[in-house]
């Protein structure tokens, strides 16, 4: 017999590679008398030595695969110890570690053990022990196992706060060459379920206050960037559709880390391609807080991110005619615009002027960077920066010192799993 | 006339001290250069005055910054009161005084260095807070959940609400050492009392069990191909490590909670 000390190791490295920790998206009390509530901007427990949140335990429930996506260390044909929680001992470590004050809750996922159905029917029972005999409040993210059957996805669905069916590969030719247990339409099929569902409780919800809950937190995915020859623009437009189409939360990209030799693969010295997944994120912020269109951020004819200037930047440098903006006049969607203007400062300047016209002293108050904002904006009708720059300058003066060791060092990679702290952060971070 | 400037109040830190040294500064014609508390330290430049609290005198007080400025503005300074920012007082005076000139707007005035120094304060308290809702960890002895935080703000009453709903049904306390105060409680109630000291020493096999569970997957889940220790430190700052299980050595022995208190608060702590 394995020790729970052994299994959680093992089901824990085999888990790692999934980017979403988050614990965001429903604000819940706790019922008198049991454990555990839920906070809707998420908090971050923990950070780990790669500096990323741990917000939730993320285990496998079993690592034993019986599919053989090329990517996945869990892989059937990889020499790998295997392991499988029990549904009750799963649930007492969780309870155990939430009482501790060590996370926010479950996130659950597995490999393919025996069939879809069967992986599904095991996680659906750690979880009602959790909901139904633990009576757990706290957080509890799901994954959908592709190809199981709706009703056990539905089932799922009314036991998790989150749920997510992960993409894995931007195209379908990529998902078909590199996991080829898995189709496209194994993965859009649980994906649409969800989204149907969500929408048709929210339907419900209105009509009839006892309507059982699904999935309140809403649903997310994942893919994997670097391991398929997609280009930037490609991923982003696939994100906006997701967003739109699925009514998605979140999608997260993960750098692909080479962890097996496969000649479908990129070669196991291949660094992760970080910076790229780093610039994927910056721009899904851009899509989701600050009003712009994928579109608007890259095009067929510039597919590719630059290395050196953040989306945002890179748009204000090549829109010239946009600026400068007043900040004692524009509106909100116009300050957002402007290259270290946030969304919280912006909402500061608003408020702000309201009391009276603001001053470059003020602004730098309100959390605005002037470093960069001060080539793009007037105050009072006054240029900070004195100067104006030509395209090139601009590019020098905007691309920061960061961004030129990052390849190396992947320094300031802050955006990869979002809670409060890293949504506070790329809020205000001027991204 | 002029208010006269050159001394310092002295005033026993509670919030309706400080409003009553609001009334003073008011009724005497003075603007004192500070305030200090009994956590402040003491400097004895200028001449000192005393300020007795006194409850109608601050109850006025809070009632004319209801009424003349807002009431976001009274609940804006009683979190104010609870930050750690240099010249903290003082600082509340300054900003109730523009205030009494220009009414609610003061709230929008953010650029305005009277009122921005309030609203950092008052954000940085709310994400120290934000932190020890996710760092702080508890040990359970005999049931009861116990934990040591060392805030630089005074983070208790913003942790408290929290806490006490997600852990409703348990016996908790939660003890500042900064601040030598402790949130204790029960079901059902709740309350912050003085607390000087509490040791926490888990010695029950299955508590460190668990501890040990959670070191291993907090050591597990890291990707090593993306290392990246500094990312790491700006995300969870080396001076909340110190009381985080994952951080701490294994321990295989030790004693069971002890707790030398000051006042008659530890109902709690005689388990
Ligand atoms: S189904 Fe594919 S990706 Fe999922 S665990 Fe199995 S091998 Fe890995």
Redesign the interface.
């Known amino acids: 017999m394995m020790t729970t000390m052994e299994k959680l190791t093992i089901l824990t490295d085999a888990a790692k590679y999934d980017v979403a920790c988050t614990s965001s998206g429903v604000g819940r009390a706790a019922k008198p008398g049991t454990m555990g509530n839920s906070m809707a901007c998420g908090i971050c427990h923990s950070f780990s030595a790669d500096g990323r949140c741990i917000s939730l335990l993320k285990v496998l429930q079993s690592n034993a695969c019986s599919y053989d996506c090329s990517y996945c260390v869990n892989r059937r044909t990889n020499d790998t110890p295997r392991a499988t929680f029990t549904p009750r001992e799963l649930a007492d470590l969780t309870m155990a570690f939430y009482r501790r004050n060590y996370i926010e809750g479950l996130f659950l996922s597995s490999g393919v053990t025996g069939s879809a159905d069967t992986t599904m029917e095991l996680m659906i029972r750690t979880l009602s022990i959790l909901r139904e005999e633990y009576r757990f409040g706290g957080y509890i993210h799901a994954k959908a196992i592709p190809g199981a059957d709706e009703k056990l996805v539905t089932r799922l669905g009314r036991l998790a706060d989150r749920m997510s069916v992960n993409l894995e590969l931007p195209s379908c030719q990529s998902l078909q060459k590199l996991a080829p247990d898995k189709s496209r339409a194994d993965v859009l099929r649980p994906m649409s379920q969800i989204a149907q569902g969500i929408a048709q409780t929210k339907n419900e919800l209105t009509l009839y206050r006892h309507t059982p809950q699904f999935v309140p937190a809403g649903q997310s995915t994942q893919m994997i960037v670097g391991a398929s020859p997609e280009t930037d623009w490609q991923i982003l437009s696939l994100t906006s559709a997701l967003y739109r189409k699925y009514a998605l939360k979140r999608v997260f990209f993960s750098a692909y880390m080479p962890v097996v030799a496969d000649s479908r693969l990129p070669a196991l010295t291949t660094r992760p391609p970080l910076l790229r997944e780093h610039r994927l994120y910056q721009a899904d912020w851009l899509l989701r807080f600050y009003g712009f269109t994928a579109d608007e951020i890259l095009s067929e004819r510039h597919p590719n991110f630059h290395p050196l200037i953040d989306p945002k930047c890179n748009w204000a440098i090549n829109h010239p005619e946009f600026f400068p903006v007043e900040v004692n006049r524009a509106d909100y969607e116009a300050l957002l615009r402007v290259p270290g203007i946030g969304v919280t400062s912006a909402r500061r300047i608003l408020q702000a002027r309201r009391s009276g016209s603001l001053a470059v002293e003020g602004l730098r108050r309100l959390g605005v960077v002037m470093k960069r904002a001060q080539y793009f904006l007037t105050v009072g009708g006054r240029m900070p920066a004195r100067v104006s720059l030509n395209r090139a300058q601009l590019i020098s003066a905007l691309s920061s010192e960061k961004g030129m060791a990052l390849p190396e060092t992947a320094r300031q990679l802050s955006f990869l799993d979002t809670t409060e702290e890293d949504y506070v952060k790329c809020l205000t971070g001027q991204i | 006339m002029p208010d006269r400037t050159n001394l310092v109040y002295r005033y026993d830190g509670s919030f309706d001290g400080l409003l009553t040294c609001v009334f003073e500064s008011y009724a005497r014609h003075e603007l004192p250069d500070a305030i200090l508390s009994p956590d402040d330290m003491q400097t004895m430049l200028f001449e000192s005055r005393r300020v007795e609290t006194d409850y109608v005198k601050s109850a006025r007080v809070l009632r004319g910054v209801m009424s003349r400025i807002s009431p976001e503005a009274a609940d804006f300074i009683r979190m104010a009161h609870l930050s750690c920012i240099f010249e903290r007082d003082r600082r509340i005076l300054v900003f109730l005084r523009l205030g009494f000139d220009?009414g609610p707007?003061?709230m929008?005035?953010?650029?305005?260095?009277r009122v921005?120094a309030l609203v950092s304060g008052v954000r940085y308290l709310e994400?120290e807070a934000?932190?020890y809702?996710?760092?702080?960890?508890?040990?359970?002895i005999d049931g009861v959940?116990a934990?040591v935080i060392q805030p630089k703000n005074r983070v208790l009453p913003l942790i408290d609400p929290?806490f006490s709903?997600?852990?409703?049904?348990?016996r908790f306390i939660i003890h500042d050492a900064s601040h030598r105060c402790a949130l204790m409680h029960m079901?059902g109630c709740s309350r912050i009392v003085p607390l000087d000291e509490l040791h926490i020493t888990a010695s029950n096999a299955r508590e460190l069990e668990?501890q040990?569970?959670?070191r291993?997957?907090?050591?597990?889940?890291?990707?090593e191909?993306?290392?990246?220790?500094?990312?790491?430190r700006?995300?969870?700052p080396l001076r909340f490590r110190p009381e985080?299980?994952?951080f701490q050595r294994e321990k295989t022995t030790g004693k069971e909670i002890g707790c030398h208190e000051k006042s008659a608060s530890g109902r709690l702590s005689a388990v």
């Open positions: 220009v707007g003061v929008n005035r953010l650029a305005d260095a921005n994400r934000h932190h809702m996710g760092f702080l960890r508890f040990t359970e959940l934990s929290h709903d997600r852990f409703n049904a348990e079901p668990i040990a569970l959670w291993k997957f907090h050591q597990t889940i890291a990707i191909g993306r290392l990246n220790p500094q990312l790491q700006s995300n969870l985080m299980t994952e």
